[in-house]
């Protein structure tokens, strides 16, 4: 068994399908009945004996360095290849923390901290076992490894969340992959998630961490934040009218 020892809080994004909230806030920071999505998984790391953090922070980087103030342990690291790179970006530029790791979007409303636990067999994601279909990534599993990923969805396979726990070795290796693809290759405008998936897959045996799907939910746009929150319908309606 592996076990986490610190996280690492993707943060930089510019959240503009969140847009007009997003203008003035970060989506990490934008408060979801009450509390600030970022702030449930802060609250889920420490719950599960998870200190050292951090937050990698690009748009209105200013504004997470009150997180510093806040939370004992926790150290923003500023990305500044945001506003013009895609997420790899944000994973390169915390590279040296890859050890024994969980890596997360701060973005996420973790409603269940178990699923936050920092003890693991084998790096992977959190996922969710699909029966009937879905258009999010989808990863096919034997003898508990990770045989293929379908970035289109499909069906009878683990969707994948972007919860994901790295032991020793395979940070390291997952580092050197950043490395490659980021300076070498200057292939900026992937996901990270993307370095191990399918720029890398062999250098790799991930398995995945089973949850369920209500136990986090991943807010992408305004229409789900005011699912989640009704409050934030004047916004969409302001969307509409506009459209």
Known sequence: MYKVERAIIM?????????????????????????RMIDTVIRGLHENGIYEIY?????????????EKECSG???IENPYFDTCNNISSLYVAREHLNNTIILDGDQMIFNTDILKPEFERSGYNSVYVENGTDEWLQQVENGIVTS???TGGQKGWQLYSISRWNTED???LKKDLEEEFD?????????????????????QLGVMPMKASDVV?????DELVQMDPSYSKYLKGVQNEK
């Open 171 to 173: 940070g390291q290796q």
């Open 149 to 151: 990923c379908s970035r």
């Open 55 to 67: 937050v990698v922070a690009g748009y209105l980087k200013e504004q997470f360095y009150d997180l």
């Open 11 to 35: 943060a930089a994004g510019f959240g503009s399908r969140m847009s007009p909230l997003t203008l003035e806030t970060p989506k990490p920071l934008v408060k979801v009945n009450g509390t």
């Open 184 to 204: 070498v290759k200057q292939n900026r405008q992937i996901y990270w998630d993307d370095v191990a998936m399918f720029c890398h897959p062999d250098h790799y």
């Open 218 to 222: 991943e807010i992408d746009g305004l």
């Open 74 to 76: 926790l150290k923003v």
